[in-house]
């Protein structure tokens, strides 16, 4: 029977990587990832989670060695935060085009420099192209679902890919939130036992990981690219099976409020509650705001942003990583491209905020839906405009 | 325990060798290659059922032309440095699998294989940290003493005056500068079950040498001395010659570290270094002087050997191993 309490985030995690049955976890410590991993030697060490703990010398290592593991058919976990997540860039493109399911959750943190330990998304927005499937949690109860759904959505023979669950450093990972905890024959019956399509298996030996030359990089990438692409299907899929199993709704762009709404901010991960927040007083002022969160990043569900942007004038899109000398956040370049051929399209805001844990309020989301509006009106040319600069 | 890993082993001898081919032929390295002549060895040694690992270097590139491979036996390739962790990776899940009965019991040899380039340098931490975490694998490092796949950059293996496109012959410098990195001291410094140095001359001491770490439990790491005539510039049809003259000059000497326990194979008339050194052109700038630094170096180095040898003790003594 599921029930529901206070758990910190990371520890709930760590409870949802034990109900998935996890082969292998390797694990590299780096804040504020920490207690996921430090959670997860423990349930191994009380003998509670039947895995392999292998505690690596780097993160670059922790990825490798979950590769190893999957390649051989085992279930393989692994987590990291920023400067880990950079340490891990080379191999991220690898596991991705070798076509071997993996799950890492990824707890958001700014990337150096100056070192800071603190929530935004440039770690994972550095990761942009590496081919993984990309998910992000507002809350806690979202980040237990989707590692439970990620390990599904991997696995699946036409995915085949690496999954990365995002959640935001502190202000998630370290955070009492409510949670309900599936129970194992519940997860059991969403989740069933890893089936490898490809293995190492000395009875029919395989190659992973050859030369290829010109002749044939082209071909791969496509294949690639055409798995990423078609894996939405397969995320939706898995969707609606928790939905039917666990009663909980998940999409790849969600919508609050958005009906009748002329100004949306776009936003991602934990900060979409607090501009809910926001949302709802304006809303209450009379003003036709609402808000869409994008859930699911990669593969981009353009057809869903489109649905859920129609009748809107103005977007704000909320971008919490820049893309420095360029046009701004990479939010807001996904989806100014997207809309660049739109015979009709809303008006985009862009906003560059909250950059390395600097704290975003009601107040501060108020005022991009206003600037939206403002700007909107008179068609202002705008790149990003960067919120809250203390210029003295 | 290394006594009860090796109670069954049984030394090969020319008319016992294994006909299993791991490694088959139609790969595309250089013609007189040492390298994937040591690596044809080892696996055959080592045998079936097994996994490989490779990291970038030689071996895996002209052994995994998409969509050709050379590998009859699992292989995986990931990346340049991480070799061991890939490994520990395939290790651990293979015990994790076996473990919970996915997978049926049964031995499968975990083995990573690397170049120098791939072990001294870049892969050197990852290797560390699954030596310290003591994965059931074996480590080969086949050391043809540069990085040759990239085009003969020198490595922190290359010998001290060898020419590399790195360390050229210049006006003011002659060849790499600095002394090669004794990898095996560095391994046996992690106070792994089993470490030993083989050269492609010497086949039947290489193959039980792999047999051994096959068997036994616990990291194993082989040096595996790999002439590379493009990159040595010496005659194609030389790598069995110049693999048995650095074994009797003492440049390479060959010996096992067993739990500790020096077993070094004794020289007591070695040939001068110039015999090795002047059949390489990669040597061939260097002066006297300099031929004289390294042969009282060698000199040096195996004196020092075998006094590691007298004072080594096994970590377990006698009475230890009654307890057991």
């Known amino acids: 029977m599921a029930s529901r309490k206070g758990m910190e985030v990371s520890i709930a995690v760590s409870e949802a990587v034990k109900l998935a049955n996890v082969d292998v976890i390797s694990a590299y410590p780096i804040t504020p990832q920490t207690h996921i991993v430090e959670h997860l030697s423990e349930l191994v060490a009380d003998g509670d989670l039947k895995a392999a703990f292998v505690p690596v010398e780097s993160e670059h290592s922790a990825l490798s060695a979950a590769v190893g593991a999957a390649a051989v058919g085992a279930r393989a976990y692994t987590a990291t935060s920023s400067q880990g997540l950079a340490l891990m860039h080379e191999i991220m493109f690898i596991v991705s085009s070798i076509r071997l399911p993996l799950v890492m959750t990824v707890v958001n943190r700014a990337l150096s420099a100056p070192i800071n330990i603190w929530n935004d998304l440039s770690d994972i927005m550095a990761e942009r192209d590496c081919g993984w499937v990309q998910l992000f949690a507002i809350n806690g109860q979202e980040a237990v679902d989707l590692t439970l759904q990620a390990f599904k959505i991997a696995e699946d023979p036409r995915v085949l890919l690496p999954v990365a669950v995002n959640l935001d450093g502190f202000i998630l990972s370290h955070v009492i939130e409510p949670v309900e905890m599936p129970d194992q024959e519940t997860v059991d019956s969403f989740l069933p036992v890893f089936k490898p399509m490809v293995r190492l298996d000395p009875d029919h030996p395989v190659t992973i990981g050859a030369f290829g030359s010109p002749d044939v990089f082209l071909e791969v990438k496509k294949q690639v690219e055409e798995a990423l692409i078609g894996s939405q ?142 700007y909107a009106q008179t068609q202002k040319e705008m790149r990003y405009e960067m919120i809250g600069v203390r210029e003295k | 325990m290394i006594a009860e890993d090796l109670k069954d082993f049984k030394k090969f001898t020319p008319k016992t060798l294994p006909q299993e081919e791991p490694l088959v032929f139609g790969h595309r390295a250089c013609q007189g290659c040492g390298e994937v002549l040591a690596l044809r060895m080892v696996a055959k040694a080592i045998g079936s059922p097994m996994t490989a690992v490779s990291a970038t270097g030689c071996t895996e590139i002209i052994s995994s032309p998409y969509p050709q491979t050379a590998w009859a036996v699992p292989w995986i390739h990931v990346a340049f440095e991480n070799a061991a962790a890939v490994a520990s990776g395939v290790e651990a899940g293979l015990k994790a699998l076996m473990a919970k009965g996915r997978i049926p019991e049964k031995k499968i040899t975990v083995v990573a294989f690397a170049g120098d380039g791939g072990t001294a340098d870049i892969g050197l931490q990852a290797l560390s940290g699954a030596l310290e975490r003591g994965h059931d694998f074996i480590y080969v490092c086949l050391d043809n003493e540069a990085y040759m796949n990239t085009g003969i950059q020198r490595s922190s293996s290359t010998p001290f005056g060898a020419m590399t496109t790195t360390s050229p012959a210049g006006k003011l410098t002659a060849g790499q500068t600095t002394w090669k990195k004794n990898l095996p001291a560095i391994m046996a410094a992690h106070n792994i079950p089993y470490v030993a140095t083989a050269s492609p001359a010497y086949y039947l001491d290489l193959m039980n040498k792999a047999k051994k770490a096959a068997l036994i439990k616990g990291p194993a790491y082989l040096h595996v001395y790999s002439p590379c005539p493009t990159g040595w510039r010496h005659s194609t049809d030389l790598a069995i010659e110049v693999s048995r003259l650095v074994v009797e000059t003492n440049i390479f000497p060959l010996f096992e570290v067993l739990e500790g326990k020096y077993i070094v194979r004794k020289n007591t008339k070695p040939k001068p270094v110039e015999d090795y050194l002047k059949q390489q052109r990669r040597f061939s700038h260097l002066t006297p002087e300099l031929i004289q630094t390294i042969q009282k170096r060698v000199d040096v180095e195996y004196e020092k050997l075998l006094k590691l040898e007298a004072g080594s003790q096994p970590t377990q003594t006698k009475e230890d191993a009654k307890k057991e």
Do not use: C, N
């Open chain 1, 233 to 374: 299907k397969v995320v939706k899929e898995v969707w609606k099976d928790f939905e039917t199993i666990f009663g909980r709704t998940y999409k790849p762009i969600e919508s609050y409020k958005t009906k009748g709404a002329e100004i949306l901010l776009v936003t991602m991960g934990s900060i979409t509650e607090t501009a809910m927040t926001a949302v709802d007083i304006l809303r209450e002022k009379g003003q036709k705001v609402g808000l869409i969160h994008i859930r699911l990043w990669r593969p981009f569900p353009f057809k869903e942003f489109f649905q859920a942007i129609r009748g809107a004038k103005a977007l704000a899109v909320v971008d919490r990583a820049l893309v420095p000398g360029g046009a701004g956040g990479p939010v807001g370049l996904e989806i100014k491209s997207a809309l660049f051929d739109k015979k009709e399209r809303p008006y985009v805001a862009e906003f560059v905020a909250g950059l390395g844990g600097r704290d975003l309020t009601v107040e501060v989301f108020a005022e991009m839906m206003e600037k939206a509006g403002r």
